[in-house]
């Protein structure tokens, strides 16, 4: 075994095929960094519960403005190599990087995502509630927060929405992906979820890039909210549909469509098959039942 050999074909395959994050203008954000961050602003939203470290109140200013701080630099970082990559993949010309003002771009965002914090922090308060009071075997706000993957899954589309919605490519995508993985829950950070969203169990829920939820929604593992077509050319379209306030969707049920609006109150049965709108208040079942 030749190891000089060895390295030469990676490296070969490296100027071959790409798909390497060098440290130059080419780069783009690293996904280690990404998740890192994610848990700091994770720590930042439930102060002691998903890190040891104390909290009390002679220290709490202290460490919140370590975070902040922390956040901001970090996040700074890789949403800048997020825009100068995306500028590069969609103009060509790396002459106009240093004009584009990347780099003030993506601290006004980070700035902008602490000071949302607070606005971020009541809609998942609400968030908890729903989960707490929705599912009888919650005992306290504080299990929904330590052991919920729904929680988990909503509190980091809250995140990943803000960037998503403020103009950041590839992180939010990151973000939803990592919690994805963690979870089973997959949510498109384009989603737009309304208040008091409460997903019980979770496994195999998808929630599309142009679904609209609005407040007091519920869903159970295996739902889909997903698109008729997946044609490339759709992509700039309303592809998945909208859900009104108030409804309940059972485990396994599939809705899809664009124009497909689910009226607000509706209860939409286990492993039904949706692809029409839904007046206000129905109840759907499967057929026969």
């Known amino acids: 075994m030749n190891i000089d050999n060895l390295v030469n074909n990676i490296l070969d395959s490296y100027d071959k095929y790409g798909l390497i994050n060098r440290n130059d203008a080419e780069n783009f954000p690293n996904r280690q960094n990404v998740v890192a961050i994610l848990s700091d602003i994770q720590s930042l939203i439930f102060p002691g519960f998903r890190v040891a470290e104390e909290i009390d109140p002679v220290n709490i200013r202290y460490v919140t403005g370590q975070k902040i701080n922390s956040i901001i630099s970090k996040l700074t970082k890789e949403i800048q190599k997020a825009l100068i990559y995306t500028i590069t993949e969609t103009q060509g010309n790396k002459s106009n990087i240093q004009d584009s003002h990347c780099f003030?771009?993506?601290?006004?965002?980070?700035?902008?995502?602490?000071?949302?914090?607070p606005e971020l922090r009541r809609r998942i308060q609400l968030d908890t509630i729903a989960a707490f009071n929705g599912d009888p075997a919650a005992k306290s706000n504080e299990e929904v927060i330590l052991s919920y993957p729904g929680l988990e899954a909503i509190v980091v589309h809250r995140i990943a929405n803000f960037l998503f919605t403020n103009g950041v490519p590839l992180i939010p995508r990151i973000m939803s992906e990592h919690v994805h993985g963690k979870t089973g829950i997959d949510i498109h950070p384009g989603a737009t979820i309304g208040d008091s969203f409460f997903i019980d169990h979770g496994t195999g829920v998808v929630i599309g890039e142009t679904c609209v939820i609005g407040k007091n929604v519920k869903i159970y593992q295996g739902v889909t909210l997903g698109a008729l077509s997946v044609k490339k050319e759709l992509q700039d379209k309303k592809r998945h549909p909208t859900i009104e306030d108030d409804v309940t969707i059972y485990a396994g049920a599939t809705i899809l469509g664009g124009k497909t609006i689910i009226g607000k109150g509706c209860i939409i049965g286990?492993?039904?098959?949706?692809?029409?709108?839904?007046?206000?208040?129905?109840?759907?079942?499967?057929?026969?039942?």
């Open 270 to 289: 286990g492993n039904t098959w949706v692809t029409e709108s839904v007046a206000a208040g129905t109840v759907v079942t499967q057929q026969g039942n």
């Open 104 to 117: 003030k771009l993506a601290e006004q965002t980070s700035i902008a995502l602490i000071e949302a914090i």
